[in-house]
């Protein structure tokens, strides 16, 4: 496996682990079970809005600014960026 594979999916993995666990913190916080924030807690919730964005900008397909294209449409060679 080439090492910018391997890099990619190492951050994609890291990426959804606190994801998740941002997520289950602040649906704990949200619930009232959290009796005390400590810093941990904190920085995951701090960090939820900036990873909403990162996915919803670069990872949810519907986000795309372009439309997508078919081959016919495309021609030989795609549009350039």
């Given amino acids: 496996m080439p090492p910018q594979r ?3 999916l190492l951050i994609a993995f890291g990426y959804s682990v606190l994801l998740f666990e941002a997520l289950r913190t602040g649906i704990a916080w949200w619930n009232g079970e959290l009796e005390e924030l400590g810093v941990e807690e904190i ?3 701090l960090a939820l809005p900036v990873l909403a ?3 919803w900008r ?3 397909v519907p986000s795309r600014r372009r439309r997508a294209a ?3 449409e495309r021609g030989p060679h ?4």
Avoid: A, M, R
């Fill in 70 to 72: 078919t081959p016919l």
């Fill in 58 to 60: 670069f990872l949810y």
């Fill in 78 to 81: 795609p549009p350039p960026e």
């Fill in 53 to 55: 964005w990162v996915g």
């Fill in 43 to 45: 920085l995951v919730l």
């Fill in 6 to 8: 391997l890099g990619g």
